[in-house]
């Protein structure tokens, strides 16, 4: 049976843009809650889970809201990425990575973003 082990989110909602504010999710097995109060990233983390395995954004966002805010950042552009580690049939861990960028456009004050082409890393 196939088991994630963890997950890391960076530039994704309310998780931060820079490297220290990486968050790495560890799962356990056979079992993983997720507790916190409101406005935690309970939600984001599943959110995570499931753009990271079908590719498909949080109903309702088209991706807009889902990458952090250029706006807030104070940066033109924020590049978000998703990191999921799991063990195949076989055991075999392999890694796979989504990243996105969001940018600002200054003179229409519009936010465009992109997808960034998914890879596998077998490790």
Not at 23 to 45: C, D, E, R, W, Y
Not at 97 to 121: A, F, G, L
Request: with cysteine; charged share 25%.
């Amino acid at each position: 049976m196939s088991r994630i082990e963890k997950m890391s989110i960076l530039g994704v909602r309310s998780f931060g843009i820079e490297d220290k504010d990486k968050q790495i999710i560890t799962f356990f097995s056979p079992l993983t809650i997720l507790v916190g109060p409101n406005g935690a990233g309970k939600t984001t983390i599943i959110e995570c889970l499931k753009y990271i395995c079908t590719g498909d954004f949080p109903p309702g966002t088209k991706g807009n809201t889902f990458v952090h805010d250029p706006k807030v950042a104070q940066e033109t552009d924020v590049r978000a990425q998703i990191r999921l580690q799991f063990r195949d049939v076989n055991g075999e861990l392999i890694a796979v990575q989504r990243s996105m960028v969001c940018t600002q456009k200054r003179i229409k004050m519009w936010t465009s973003w992109r997808t960034i082409v998914p890879y596998t890393i077998a490790e």
